[in-house]
């Protein structure tokens, strides 16, 4: 079975990739991702901190005795967290990529995605917090 690396370079042809359409298009882009998310685990350390926290959080959040629009808040607050730390990990790779020597630039793009992780966890522990307080 070919892996998703070699079927995308199989879809190029003169610089051009051949458009899938319809389920092949969605099940490329599903395999896509999957492997993004395998990418993340892998190799960055604070997705993976994330996660484990995520699903640890999980039995928490249902257990917790709070409205369910409450839940609904903390679980896309969490959600929100690994979407950030995906995007941020993204920055960094193309910035390294891209410019392997230290740029004024580049040193601000990744500071930038630090400072918009660092705003999810913020919000992920102000809206636990407040749900601690509910429930206390």
Known sequence: MPSLQSDRQDTMKNGLAKKKTGIARLQAAFGYSLEGLRAAF?????????????????????????????????LLANTVVLIVELLNSAIEAIVDLASPDHHRLAKQAKDMGSAAVLISLLLALALWGCALIEVF
């Open 42 to 74: 892998r190799e960055e350390a604070a997705f993976r901190q994330e996660t484990i926290l995520y699903i640890l959080f999980l039995p928490l959040l249902y257990l917790l005795p709070v409205p369910h629009i409450f839940k609904a808040l903390l």
